[in-house]
């Protein structure tokens, strides 16, 4: 019989509408029925991706004994990560404050009130390696809370003071500066693998967004020190395991430092935030690698996670069946020596074996190898390489398929614009720029749809039920200006404008800090508000960002006042812990070259708009469009005649311009970073 979780859109939860566990779904109704009943809540967090959430929903969730336990003493409420961000957030900073580690999935025990008490992640059904037993933990906190109900309640109480005492006043004083973004460059390259590229030890995770602040250094000071770090980690993801080489796009992690064998799920927003990074990457070197890596990952999001309504869906799954029947992680992905004899025939796979780093031991589980380009075969007939690739690709789509959570979630959409957009542009795709502008058109309709808020999901186009979150407004932000920015059409402004006028209203507090739920969203035991990335830009640094672009296209002194208030926690975190803030940084490398403003009196796609779109200078807005109308679609064309009835180019910052162009090769050095000044 079917849960109250039938009447869910997340897949993650759809996964476990079957379960003999009586679910609730995240409500106030579930914490109502915990106090009539007087039993804690049993808090479960994970999502459809997550390979250890199957594991555990199938070793104890879908166990009878188990769940008849969890029905009897607990009301049991289970939450996809993905569509409520800030219950797991403050359940996780618990965790983490409790436990020194956390993960998913995350199991925590709540009182009627949502105050926790007992946490953990994942519960196996034995006790093993110095861990309880799930049942020996539903035993003990069910004998604690009836028999030393005190003792919860003073836990229970701790913790949230604790949680209450985290609070961050303000974002820091001042906007950070050269001395705080030279710190920061200085820990990265102390934090640096030299060997393997990236930065720490395994596991290893893609930093999209360190990178981007490195980018963005170079362009601004001509460090070629910045620049080598981006590159060679770039180069060293693109040849690594963490990189499909048959299909495109990357997968969530690195379990190794280098790069070797993957976490195989394939997150959205990683390939999204990566697709760009490429993209960028070429636009500061010419590499033929990081372009083809752009593009290959621009197309896998295409093919892979487009839904029909022209969004994107969040993830794949890591495990899918292999030969046998058995769900196995990286089943679909990974190949022996005998499975490339098969298909290729012995020539070409022997050529194989070398070429993509496939030995008879394996480099992951049972005699398997993750396909990666170690260098070792030497120069290479690219026409032999294209037709195995191709005939391993083919052979691939045979196989059992890893599962697709169907789910639009806003941010990473509006990061998947920004980069469709860009990468379409720089490389003459327009059917990139084109699924960029379906996919924003699909959060128009749904996610804003009549009720002018963001909502935070949408699946079979139709909007979820969750309030968006800072970054859901800070990301589609982003990606509504970069495609303004690439078709000219000043709609995609106004909306980022109106998002941008929620996060002032909404969203900010005293002192420029921000939080990541709005003033008159559901109250928490906190009040959420994270100014560090995680596999995402922070909602803090990406709507600071998202402020400062628009305020450099419009003028708008209030957003440039709020972007530089949310930025001042980048000068107190960012020469501390620079890894875990890239895109404050970023942010802050755009504020202190300007941002640069460019308008093109011209028409979009010409040749003066394409050299805009080029330009390195950090955070540089562009707005492009002929005719008397075009002032009307961007402020910054206002005024802005043609010179001797040429396509002609400004470029402003600080309010001060120089000298308008009809020549590309002038405009392409007035933005070329340094030198440009």
């Not at 001395?179 to 720490?200: I, K, M, N």
């Not at 640094?541 to 708008?556: C, M, P, R, V």
Request: hydrophobic fraction near 40%; glycine fraction near 12%; charge should be negative.
């Amino acid at each position: 019989m079917a849960n109250r979780l039938a009447q869910t859109t997340s897949p993650y939860l759809l996964q476990h509408v079957d379960n003999p566990v009586d679910w609730w779904p995240w409500s106030p109704e579930a914490f109502e029925e915990a106090r009539r009943r007087d039993v804690p809540v049993l808090l479960s967090v994970g999502y459809a991706a997550c390979h250890w959430c199957h594991v555990m929903a199938h070793e104890s969730f879908e166990d009878e004994a188990t769940a008849a336990y969890m029905n009897e003493h607990f009301v049991s409420v289970k939450v996809d990560r993905e569509e409520r961000p800030d219950v797991d957030a403050v359940y996780m900073e618990a965790v983490q404050a409790a436990t020194g580690h956390g993960g998913w999935p995350m199991t925590v025990f709540l009182t009627a009130d949502g105050e926790p008490f007992y946490f953990g992640t994942y519960f196996p059904p034995e006790a093993r390696h110095g861990s309880p037993s799930f049942r020996q933990v539903l035993e003990g906190v069910a004998a604690a809370w009836k028999d030393r109900r005190d003792e919860v309640a003073e836990v229970a109480g701790r913790i949230v003071a604790d949680l209450a005492g985290r609070s961050l006043v303000h974002g820091g004083d001042g906007v950070p500066g050269e001395s705080e973004v030279a710190q920061a460059l200085l820990g990265l390259t102390r934090e640096y693998d030299e060997q393997h590229g990236g930065f720490g030890g395994a596991p290893k995770f893609p930093p999209s967004m360190a990178v981007e602040f490195l980018l963005r250094h170079y362009a601004r000071t001509g460090s070629e020190g910045a620049l080598q770090m981006a590159a060679d980690t770039c180069a060293a993801m693109a040849r690594g395991g963490i990189y499909d080489q048959l299909g495109g796009g990357f997968a969530r992690y690195s379990v190794d430092r280098e790069w070797i064998v993957p976490h195989f799920e394939k997150m959205l927003y990683d390939n999204a935030l990566l697709c760009r990074v490429y993209a960028h990457l070429w636009r500061a070197t010419g590499s033929d690698e990081a372009r083809r890596i752009a593009l290959e990952t621009a197309d896998f999001m295409v093919r892979e996670l487009r839904t029909a309504e022209g969004g994107f869906a969040s993830a794949l799954d890591a495990d899918s069946e292999d030969a046998d029947g058995r769900h196995v992680e990286g089943a679909y992905y990974v190949w022996t020596p005998a499975q490339l004899r098969e298909v290729l025939g012995e020539d070409d796979a022997a050529f194989a074996a070398v070429y993509y780093g496939v030995t008879e031991d394996g480099t992951f589980e049972e005699g398997a190898s993750v396909l990666r380009l170690p260098g070792d075969a030497g120069p290479v007939d690219a026409d032999r390489v294209a037709d195995v690739r191709a005939r391993l690709l083919a052979a691939r789509e045979q196989r059992s398929r890893p599962g697709r959570d169907d789910k639009v979630v806003a941010a990473w959409n509006g990061l998947a614009v920004a980069a469709l957009a860009e990468t379409g542009a720089y490389f003459d795709r327009p059917d990139l720029v084109e699924r960029a502008t379906e996919a924003a058109d699909l959060l128009v309709r749904v996610h804003l749809g009549e009720v002018a808020r963001l909502t935070r999901t949408s699946k079979d186009g139709r909007a979820g039920d969750n309030a968006g979150v800072l970054e859901d407004y800070g990301d589609v932000a982003e990606g509504f200006l970069a495609l303004a920015a690439v078709t000219g059409e000043g709609a995609w402004l106004e909306f980022a404008g109106f998002l941008l006028d929620i996060v002032l209203e909404q969203f900010t507090g005293e002192g420029g800090q921000l939080y990541d739920t709005a003033h008159d969203a559901e109250q928490l035991i906190r009040r959420p508000q994270d100014p560090t990335d995680s596999a995402t830009p922070s909602g803090w640094t990406a709507a600071a960002g998202a402020l400062l672009s628009y305020a450099a296209y419009t003028g708008s002194e209030p957003h440039r006042t709020a972007a530089e208030g949310a930025l001042g926690v980048v000068k107190a975190l960012g020469p501390r812990v620079p890894r875990f803030v890239g895109w404050g940084l970023a942010v802050a490398e755009a504020l202190l070259d300007g941002p640069r403003e460019v308008a093109v009196a011209g028409p979009v796609g010409g040749e003066l708009h394409r050299t805009a779109l080029l330009g390195r200078a950090p955070g540089a807005v562009v707005a492009a469009g002929e005719g008397p109308g075009a002032g009307a679609e961007f402020p910054l064309l206002v005024d802005r005649p043609l010179v001797g009835g040429q396509p002609t180019a400004y470029v402003c910052r600080h309010f001060v311009c120089s000298a308008p162009t009809t020549n590309a090769g002038e405009l392409a050095a007035a933005l070329a970073g340094p030198a440009g000044g």
